[in-house]
């Protein structure tokens, strides 16, 4: 029985440049995450794919619009689970935890978008639910950012949040690394 699992969070139309929330690199994070997904299902690991959604009147990931769909470069095949989410932690309100338990997964590698929200979450619920972490950090995607008057280009919001996953939550490694394993 393979131990091992894919998140893939939230790589959906919105984040993309057509959509309502374009993410810096998200194309270059989503040929990436196709990759990994690619290798993933080749080793018989378990691909779960997150889905955010919003209330009806949200103007963002709003139920039922295109924004809100999977990708199509990582879209799910027959077979994958498909977990909605109405929170940044995948995890909360939702049957992950129990997809995961009831194939005794151990180990799950988190990809997607975004990086200091909803993959950052996903990856230490993950940690606290007793799960050992990868996170595949050019398969992930973010934006700029400000705080209080400070603007923090996406290069920067990206190498800050894989820091602090990497220093107590997990492994956090690239695309290739990950393929090779």
Not at 5 to 12: R, S
Not at 21 to 48: C, F, P, Q
Not at 113 to 140: E, I, K, L, P
Request: contains cysteine.
């Amino acid at each position: 029985m393979n131990t091992q699992a894919l998140i893939v969070v939230d790589i959906q139309n919105e984040y993309f440049p057509q959509g309502k929330l374009a993410l810096v690199g998200i194309n270059e994070a989503a040929d990436n995450a196709a990759l990994v997904i690619a290798s993933a299902r080749e080793k018989g690991h378990t691909v779960i794919h997150i889905r955010h959604e919003m209330p009806a009147d949200a103007p963002l990931f709003t139920p039922g619009s295109d924004g809100v769909a999977i990708n199509e470069k990582v879209k799910p095949v027959e077979g994958e689970a498909v977990v909605v989410k109405h929170y940044p932690n995948s995890f909360r309100e939702t049957n992950l935890k129990e997809l995961l338990d009831q194939q005794g997964i151990k180990e799950v590698t988190v990809i997607g978008a975004m990086s200091h929200m909803c993959v950052d979450a996903t990856v230490r619920a993950a940690v606290d639910f007793g799960y050992t972490t990868t996170t595949v950090h050019d398969a992930c995607a973010t934006l700029d950012l400000e705080f209080n008057g400070t603007k923090v280009p996406a290069a920067q919001a990206q190498a800050t949040i894989m820091a602090a996953i990497e220093f107590l939550y997990g492994e956090v490694i690239d695309t290739q690394t990950w393929i090779a394993r």
